[in-house]
């Protein structure tokens, strides 16, 4: 079955360490990639998306993620973390041919001030 | 600015109450969807709506139904609420072309089922 793996349910860090939340995909064929964000108390929000060309892909407030076909992956990635990062982050598949997103269980992340 | 919005934050129902979630999108977009968001399962797909008056089950459709009687409108209802459907429900549009595929959700709503 078509599936996503998010490794870290929870991570806590400390403001200006590096953070890199992990993202599997079952093999299925061609996909498109997404990171949804979840701040307190707000709506889940695109975060960056991979379709096509340069696996590495630049989101907003400094976010990137990677593409690794041959893992499967979708890690994000961002160099230093701020306390306003805290958040619950999603990452989700859409397999081409199909209209619908598979999420991943989402991890929660606490960045400590 | 592109709005999706819920009609209520938080909701609390008794065991075997019909209850109705309500949803509305002021973008035009097609397509609708409704999720419910529980802790370590992530957002399981109940339905979807791909026009008006049309819908397909998602992976988690039992114990749900929905209308979609206008564009802007996308209702789900539970027909006899039970403890079990104590969970977060967020709807979300997306344009039917969207090249992106780009989903935006409402604020979600927190429902309690006594």
């Known amino acids: 079955a078509q599936s996503v793996s998010q490794h870290n349910h929870h991570v806590i860090l400390s403001e200006a360490a590096s953070l890199e939340l992990g993202c599997n995909y079952s093999?299925?064929?061609?996909?498109?990639l997404f990171w949804y964000v979840q701040y307190p108390g707000q709506h889940l929000q695109l975060l960056l998306k991979?379709?096509?060309?340069?696996?590495l892909v630049k989101g907003i407030k400094g976010f990137e993620a990677e593409f690794i076909k041959s893992k499967f992956s979708f890690n994000l990635r961002k160099p230093s973390v701020q306390w306003s990062d805290t958040a619950e982050y999603f990452c989700a598949v859409i397999y081409s041919g199909t209209y619908k997103y598979i999420f991943g269980t989402g991890t929660r992340l606490k960045v400590l001030a | 600015d592109v709005k999706v919005t819920q009609s209520s934050r938080y909701l609390v129902k008794r065991t075997g109450e019909k209850v109705f979630l309500e949803c509305v999108q002021d973008m035009d977009h097609e397509n609708m969807f409704w999720y419910r968001q529980d802790p370590g399962l992530g957002l399981r797909l109940i339905y979807f709506s791909y026009d008006v008056k049309m819908k397909e089950k998602g992976d988690i459709p039992e114990g749900y139904s929905v209308s979609r009687e206008k564009k802007e409108r996308f209702s789900l209802i539970l027909e006899s609420a039970s403890t079990n459907q104590t969970s977060m429900y967020l709807c979300?549009?997306?344009?039917?072309?969207?090249?992106?595929?780009?989903?935006?959700f409402g604020p979600g709503t927190r429902l309690t089922v006594t």
């Open positions: 991979y379709f096509s060309g340069d696996p």
């Open positions: 093999y299925g064929g061609t996909v498109n």
């Open positions: 979300a549009s997306r344009r039917r072309d969207s090249r992106s595929y780009e989903q935006y």
